[in-house]
Each structure stands twice: as structure tokens, then as C-alpha cells.
């Protein structure tokens, strides 16, 4: 953040007036209405689908309760690539519509994929697991006999959604929203390929077309100060919003028996996204890659592999552990310096990861050049890139751009707690560091499972910071993907972009099945 602030306030500022003369405005607008997109969507499919499976059962329920969760593998830039190849003007459903109708190209309308509505769809069919996951594992947490209060009052099973579970999960839905609205403006790669104008599009312009720096970062900053809004507006909405679990027993919600129509209903409204989001986007990969000349067992792939598990492990180890201490921190020790460390924290996941990857290069380079000229005129030796020719920085940017997914994830556990279980353990001689491993860490394993999947599965998909961060012939399957779809190569991008969705596809599961679980964390919170 320093060194995009410093490269903003000392350059020039031509770059950024003529943007604002021409194209900012319309920036602005693409941005704010991808953001809307995204907004309603994910929070509409993510809480009702959340929602269906925990407190309803019907047919298939117990499906797709994990398959819900399995487009969350899929990079929104790989979800673009197949459906434009699918719905394109020579895609496979044009191309039928037209040889069964006899209709010419221009003697029909169809939808244009490569538009904003269509981005905005990509990003709704990747995101709104976010909302799934967090709303999914809140009402799980949910008191039972407080909806089974509402019901007794004479409440319907939707009635009772609006009035107790929804306003209980509030705090993890709205974390999982601002999850999907900072991994929206953050992207590039989609937003690109379809040859939409935001404001990602606009510094990566600045950086690589015009060659002018300053101008990029100046519109970095802005999009830092729109992150720090968004990430204070979050902190606003939670307030004083807790669910302290009075009344919690050791008992799963009761689930309503849905028939006929509504179960008919419930289960369409939960099969879509997974048809859309995950199984069609698979065929149509799969077919794809059957003419591809990629061997996923050569040696060259296997190092790909081996590269980004590395690299998805020890990010994900080290971004949890920093975001547990942090909102750690901030239960313990409340106050503006707490609350201030934790909004900075979040500002990352709004930022495109190659701002962050530049505004990382710029210090460390430096330093890895000053401790190499020290240790050549003192000791006769040269040290090397210590730090930029390492996958240290690497895991530093990949801890800065994922560490709210950490933070949010963890603190929407946490905020299930009353501070009295504190305040309790502090009479019985607990210091901080006692409760966090003997209190927090039993109830809240859940979170910290999740949080490690988010991270986990963000880095194996991340692509900007990796490209140019990654050290001398250290490639990653992201990377392979993103070469061969530079070269308009899909059918061999679809291979490393398979494998990735793969790899997702397995703590995905484990973390579903283990909610589902009986006598899970979700279903044993102890009162106070």
C-alpha cells in the first residue's frame, strides 16, 4: 500500500486525466454495475440454497448439500473461456439453433455472452459459494428451539426464515457478499476476455499499454480507498449483531418435510447453479480437452502440479494463522487499533494481484539489492534475490490478497461467541492465549477449516501475482492455463484448467461432509 501510494502522489498525473477525460467515467459504471450483479445473485442463491438444504428435506437434498459448494473450484476466467466457446456465434447451441430452424446468422437474436450481464453470470456461477459456505454453516449453528419457537407461534417454514434464521446468519451472509463484490473488482482475467472496461482493466491498461506507472497506481489508490469503503461499510452493517446461542441444544434444526410442488421447487432452485456452475462447464472441458495433444502424467505437468500445491499449502497455512491471530486480537484487545488493523487487512481482496505483486517488487527488490551489494563489499560474496528470487514474496502477496477471506471467515465463527465465555475463563485463570487453544479452538474448528479452504483454493486459481511474481521456471497450472488461452489454444487450456478444478473439488467435499456430520462442530456449541 506504501509503495502504490508513493508511485501514486509522486508521478505525474497525465495519465489520469486523460483517462478521466475519456474512459473513467465508464469505468466506474461497468464496475458498479458488475457489482450489483453479483451482489443480488450470489446473496439470493447462496442464502436460499444455504437455507433449503439445512432446514428443508426433499429428494436429492443430501446431494446437493456438497454439490452446491463444487463450483467454488472453478475459476471465473475458465468459466468465460467455456462458456463463450459454448454459446459463441460458432458455438455448439448456435450452431444448432441454426441448422434446426434453417435460420441465417442475422435472422435471429441471441443473447451476447461477451457483455456484462454475461460476466456478471460468470462471477454469480463461481461466487455465490462464498455466501453458501458461510450462510450454510450459521444456520447449521442456528438455535433450534428458537425456530422452533417461531414455528410454534404458528410461523411457516418460510415465515420463520425471515423473522429468526435470516437476521441470525446476517453477520456470515453479509461476510460471504463482500467476499464475492472484493473478488469482483479485483478480477481481471474474466473481465478482459470479454472486453469489458473496469476499473482492474484500467490499471493493468495503464501499467502494461501506456507504460506509465504513476497513472496506474493513481487508479490503484482509488480502487484501495472504494476497498477501505467497502470493508468499513461491512464492520457498519455487523454493529452489534451477535448470535449467542441462547437456547442452543444439542440438536440439528428441524428440518421441514417438503412434497409435491415445493419440494419440485426446492430442488430446481438448488440444481441450477450446480448444473450451470459445475457439471455442464465440466462435459463441455472435458470435451475440449479430448483433442487436446496435454499429457496430465508427463513430467512437465507433474511439476506444475506439485509447484502450486506448494504454493496453495503453505499460503493457506500462513494467511489462517495470521487472520486467527489478528481477529484474535481484536476480540481481546477491542479498540481502534484493533479495528483498524483488521479493515486493512481486508482492503487486499479488493486490489488486483498485480498492483499488489508491483507494489510487493518495488521494496523487496530494493532490499534484496542493498543486502547483496552489502554483502559483496563486506564479505566478497553475492547473495542473490534473497526474497524476490524465492516463492517468498509470492506467499507474501498471496497472504496480502487473501487475507480477508481468512479474516471474515474466522470472525463470522467467532462472532457466534458471547464475550462471556471469555470473561469466564479469564475468572478461572485463562490468559488470551489459553482460550484461544482451549475454547475458541475446539468450537470453531469449522471456521478455520474453511478459511484454509478459501485460501487454498484461491491461490491454485490466482493467476496476475503469479505471472509475475513466480520465480525463474517455477510455472503453475494457473499459469500453463492462462499461456495456452494467450495463444487461443483452449483445448490445451482446458487440461491444466480441469486439473485445477480437480484439485479444488477434494477439501470442497471433506468440508461439506464434515458439516453434514453428526455431532459436528456445528451441533455441540456449548453455552455459556
Given at each position: 500500500?506504501?509503495?502504490?501510494?508513493?508511485?501514486?502522489?509522486?508521478?505525474?498525473?497525465?495519465?489520469?486525466?486523460?483517462?478521466?477525460?475519456?474512459?473513467?467515467?465508464?469505468?466506474?459504471?461497468?464496475?458498479?454495475?458488475?457489482?450489483?450483479?453479483?451482489?443480488?445473485?450470489?446473496?439470493?442463491?447462496?442464502?436460499?440454497?444455504?437455507?433449503?438444504?439445512?432446514?428443508?428435506?426433499?429428494?436429492?437434498?443430501?446431494?446437493?448439500?456438497?454439490?452446491?459448494?463444487?463450483?467454488?473450484?472453478?475459476?471465473?476466467?475458465?468459466?468465460?473461456?467455456?462458456?463463450?466457446?459454448?454459446?459463441?456465434?460458432?458455438?455448439?447451441?448456435?450452431?444448432?439453433?441454426?441448422?434446426?430452424?434453417?435460420?441465417?446468422?442475422?435472422?435471429?437474436?441471441?443473447?451476447?455472452?461477451?457483455?456484462?450481464?454475461?460476466?456478471?453470470?460468470?462471477?454469480?456461477?463461481?461466487?455465490?459459494p462464498y455466501v453458501y459456505l458461510?450462510?450454510?454453516?450459521?444456520?447449521?449453528?442456528?438455535?433450534?428451539?428458537?425456530?422452533?419457537?417461531?414455528?410454534?407461534?404458528?410461523?411457516?417454514?418460510?415465515?420463520?426464515?425471515?423473522?429468526?434464521?435470516?437476521?441470525?446468519?446476517?453477520?456470515?451472509?453479509?461476510?460471504?457478499?463482500?467476499?464475492?463484490?472484493?473478488?469482483?473488482?479485483?478480477?481481471?482475467?474474466?473481465?478482459?476476455?470479454?472486453?469489458?472496461?473496469?476499473?482492474?482493466?484500467?490499471?493493468?491498461?495503464?501499467?502494461?499499454?501506456?507504460?506509465?506507472?504513476?497513472?496506474?497506481?493513481?487508479?490503484?489508490?482509488?480502487?484501495?480507498?472504494?476497498?477501505?469503503?467497502?470493508?468499513?461499510?461491512?464492520?457498519?452493517?455487523?454493529?452489534?449483531?451477535?448470535?449467542?446461542?441462547?437456547?442452543?441444544?444439542?440438536?440439528?434444526?428441524?428440518?421441514?418435510?417438503?412434497?409435491?410442488?415445493?419440494?419440485?421447487?426446492?430442488?430446481?432452485?438448488?440444481?441450477?447453479?450446480?448444473?450451470?456452475?459445475?457439471?455442464?462447464?465440466?462435459?463441455?472441458?472435458?470435451?475440449?480437452?479430448?483433442?487436446?495433444?496435454?499429457?496430465?502424467?508427463?513430467?512437465?505437468?507433474?511439476?506444475?502440479?506439485?509447484?502450486?500445491?506448494?504454493?496453495?499449502?503453505?499460503?493457506?497455512?500462513?494467511?489462517?494463522?495470521?487472520?486467527?491471530?489478528?481477529?484474535?486480537?481484536?476480540?481481546?484487545?477491542?479498540?481502534?487499533?484493533?479495528?483498524?488493523?483488521?479493515?486493512?487487512?481486508?482492503?487486499?481482496?479488493?486490489?488486483?494481484?498485480?498492483?499488489?505483486?508491483?507494489?510487493?517488487?518495488?521494496?523487496?527488490?530494493?532490499?534484496?539489492?542493498?543486502?547483496?551489494?552489502?554483502?559483496?563489499?563486506?564479505?566478497?560474496?553475492?547473495?542473490?534475490?534473497?526474497?524476490?528470487?524465492?516463492?517468498?514474496?509470492l506467499v507474501l502477496a498471496y497472504m496480502v490478497?487473501?487475507?480477508?477471506?481468512?479474516?471474515?471467515?474466522?470472525?463470522?465463527?467467532?462472532?457466534?461467541?458471547?464475550?462471556?465465555?471469555?470473561?469466564?475463563?479469564?475468572?478461572?485463570?485463562?490468559?488470551?492465549?489459553?482460550?484461544?487453544?482451549?475454547?475458541?479452538?475446539?468450537?470453531?474448528?469449522?471456521?478455520?477449516?474453511?478459511?484454509?479452504?478459501?485460501?487454498?483454493?484461491?491461490?491454485?486459481?490466482?493467476?496476475?501475482?503469479?505471472?509475475?511474481?513466480?520465480?525463474?521456471?517455477?510455472?503453475?497450472?494457473?499459469?500453463?492455463?492462462?499461456?495456452?488461452?494467450?495463444?487461443?489454444?483452449?483445448?490445451?487450456?482446458?487440461?491444466?484448467?480441469?486439473?485445477?478444478?480437480?484439485?479444488?473439488?477434494?477439501?470442497?467435499?471433506?468440508?461439506?461432509?464434515?458439516?453434514?456430520?453428526?455431532?459436528?462442530?456445528?451441533?455441540?456449541?456449548?453455552?455459556?
Open positions: 500500500m506504501v509503495a502504490v501510494a508513493l508511485a501514486a502522489f509522486l508521478g505525474t498525473t497525465d495519465t489520469l486525466r486523460h483517462l478521466a477525460d475519456t474512459v473513467l467515467l465508464r469505468y466506474s459504471l461497468t464496475t458498479l454495475i458488475l457489482t450489483v450483479i453479483v451482489v443480488i445473485g450470489t446473496a439470493v442463491i447462496g442464502t436460499g440454497a444455504a437455507w433449503l438444504v439445512t432446514m428443508t428435506r426433499f429428494k436429492g437434498r443430501a446431494a446437493l448439500e456438497i454439490m452446491l459448494a463444487l463450483p467454488f473450484a472453478f475459476p471465473a476466467y475458465v468459466m468465460g473461456y467455456v462458456y463463450t466457446d459454448f454459446l459463441d456465434h460458432p458455438g455448439a447451441v448456435q450452431s444448432l439453433l441454426r441448422s434446426v430452424t434453417g435460420w441465417g446468422p442475422r435472422d435471429y437474436w441471441f443473447p451476447e455472452i461477451r457483455s456484462i450481464g454475461g460476466a456478471g453470470l460468470m462471477f454469480v456461477l463461481v461466487l455465490y458461510l450462510a450454510r454453516t450459521a444456520f447449521l449453528r442456528e438455535s433450534a428451539s428458537a425456530n422452533l419457537a417461531a414455528r410454534s407461534l404458528g410461523r411457516s417454514p418460510v415465515s420463520a426464515f425471515w423473522s429468526v434464521s435470516l437476521p441470525m446468519a446476517r453477520p456470515a451472509i453479509a461476510g460471504g457478499v463482500l467476499l464475492a463484490l472484493m473478488e469482483t473488482i479485483a478480477d481481471f482475467g474474466t473481465v478482459s476476455y470479454f472486453g469489458i472496461q473496469t476499473f482492474a482493466t484500467g490499471i493493468y491498461t495503464s501499467w502494461f499499454s501506456f507504460g506509465d506507472r504513476a497513472g496506474a497506481a493513481q487508479l490503484a489508490f482509488c480502487l484501495l480507498i472504494f476497498a477501505l469503503f467497502l470493508a468499513i461499510l461491512e464492520q457498519m452493517q455487523r454493529g452489534a449483531t451477535r448470535n449467542h446461542g441462547a437456547g442452543k441444544k444439542e440438536t440439528r434444526p428441524r428440518q421441514a418435510i417438503l412434497k409435491g410442488w415445493r419440494a419440485i421447487g426446492a430442488f430446481m432452485f438448488c440444481a441450477v447453479p450446480v448444473f450451470f456452475g459445475f457439471l455442464l462447464p465440466v462435459a463441455l472441458l472435458l470435451e475440449m480437452s479430448l483433442g487436446s495433444e496435454q499429457n496430465l502424467l508427463s513430467a512437465r505437468y507433474l511439476h506444475f502440479i506439485k509447484n502450486s500445491l506448494i504454493l496453495a499449502s503453505i499460503a493457506s497455512v500462513i494467511t489462517v494463522l495470521f487472520a486467527v491471530l489478528l481477529a484474535s486480537f481484536k476480540r481481546f484487545r477491542p479498540g481502534r487499533t484493533a479495528r483498524l488493523a483488521a479493515n486493512i487487512a481486508r482492503i487486499g481482496y479488493a486490489v488486483p494481484g498485480g498492483v499488489i505483486a508491483v507494489g510487493l517488487l518495488v521494496p523487496f527488490a530494493a532490499l534484496d539489492n542493498r543486502i547483496d551489494a552489502f554483502a559483496e563489499n563486506y564479505f566478497g560474496v553475492s547473495t542473490g534475490l534473497i526474497f524476490t528470487g524465492t516463492i517468498s514474496v490478497r487473501f487475507m480477508a477471506a481468512a479474516v471474515n471467515t474466522y470472525d463470522s465463527g467467532l462472532a457466534t461467541l458471547n464475550s462471556s465465555i471469555d470473561a469466564a475463563s479469564r475468572t478461572l485463570g485463562s490468559s488470551s492465549a489459553g482460550i484461544l487453544y482451549r475454547v475458541h479452538w475446539p468450537i470453531l474448528k469449522t471456521s478455520v477449516f474453511t478459511a484454509m479452504l478459501i485460501v487454498f483454493v484461491d491461490v491454485m486459481k490466482e493467476l496476475p501475482a503469479t505471472l509475475i511474481m513466480r520465480p525463474f521456471n517455477f510455472d503453475t497450472l494457473a499459469v500453463q492455463a492462462h499461456r495456452l488461452a494467450s495463444d487461443e489454444r483452449l483445448a490445451g487450456a482446458a487440461v491444466p484448467s480441469l486439473v485445477i478444478v480437480m484439485i479444488g473439488l477434494l477439501p470442497v467435499i471433506v468440508l461439506c461432509r464434515r458439516l453434514a456430520a453428526p455431532g459436528g462442530p456445528s451441533t455441540s456449541v456449548p453455552s455459556p
